[in-house]
């Protein structure tokens, strides 16, 4: 069994991946995300990826080294986590009616005998939200589910499952892994460590 | 609490309902599903879900029944469960490299001291596929997850989300419930069943 690391502790992302691998770890890079936004979404989604990727690599001497990013952008200005409930609100209302763009950047890292090979791409899904009354917003943050989420809501909560009106993209990109296109590049470039799904079954 | 009955027994439509109600019914409809497809796919789903929902709504003296089902479509060619392992081959090596939609019927009838209101929808969605290999396709039908679903894939699998590289429109559709637009049509037209979604928090 090849070692498989992902740089990320988000439970999401986790459990994302453990679809595709019964079985790797998880080491949460400490990487500093405070990098000012540089207007440019998929570079930016990219470099956070791979700056999480590249500290965790220091630390192993062998297998694929998995970062990611997710970010939210509406009309050239990107919403991060919420501060608080009131910034949350405030997000909200902003996507309310309105379609935005998630990107969520993968950067992959193999290390093998000294080898060092690094692969990192970006996915975009555009994500349509109907209008949303105060009284929606408020009981979705009283659940509490918004607050650790870029753009304050999960696509696969159950006030964003009936929030989102339609995707155009993958929609596993907007829960914060791209699947398809993870399964695909490893495949492409790492093919030693491409999952063997069916042994799940 | 109101009396909300599911007409159907798949199992991703209950876990998809429990999303929206803690607490509903299930009565499978014995309506026969052996109807001639008539080329009009958004029709023929609302057709099929009507039929479904009518059956129980004679067994039942109040609340609000939903039936639902849904269908994919490749080229003006439905293609439905498959029958044998051959048979979901064919459909899946189909599908492959290419573009297909899916409709899901939905239809909604409130029963209440005589009265009698119904409501039925469809919704579409386009789902891509990437181009898969003999052997994906093979050990996908292994894990036996294609045999009771339309287009002989689900697109919540493991390997059903390796397969598709994108979609156009709902994504809850394509697993066969399209969470948004039941939420607004309950919203419109059965308000008293509207669900409290925020009481599960």
Chains 1, 2 share one sequence.
């Not at 990487?31 to 207007?39: A, H, R």
């Not at 929609?171 to 699947?179: A, I, R, S, T």
């Amino acid at each position: 069994m090849k070692n498989i690391i992902l740089a990320s502790q988000s439970p999401r992302r986790k459990h994302l991946l453990g679809l595709l691998y019964p079985d790797f770890n998880v080491i949460p890079s400490s990487f500093d995300e405070d990098i000012p936004y540089t207007g440019k979404p998929s570079e930016y989604a990219q470099e956070l990826a791979k700056g999480k990727a590249e500290l965790v690599a220091k630390k192993i001497d062998s297998g694929l080294i998995i970062g990611a990013d997710t970010i939210v952008v509406l009309k050239d200005q990107q919403l991060g986590k919420p501060e608080t409930e009131e910034h949350a609100f405030t997000i909200l209302k902003t996507l309310s009616g309105n379609t935005h763009t998630v990107y969520t950047g993968v950067s992959l890292i193999e290390k093998e005998h000294g080898k060092h090979k690094e692969h990192t791409f970006s996915v975009a899904t555009y994500v349509t939200f109907r209008d949303l009354s105060d009284d929606e917003i408020l009981a979705y943050i009283k659940t509490g589910s918004p607050m650790d989420k870029a753009g304050s809501y999960g696509i696969q909560d159950d006030w964003g499952a009936v929030f989102v009106s339609h995707i155009h993209g993958d929609y596993y990109n907007v829960v914060g892994f791209p699947l398809q296109a993870f399964y695909s590049a490893v495949k492409h470039h790492f093919p030693d460590y491409l999952p063997q799904v069916h042994k799940l079954a």
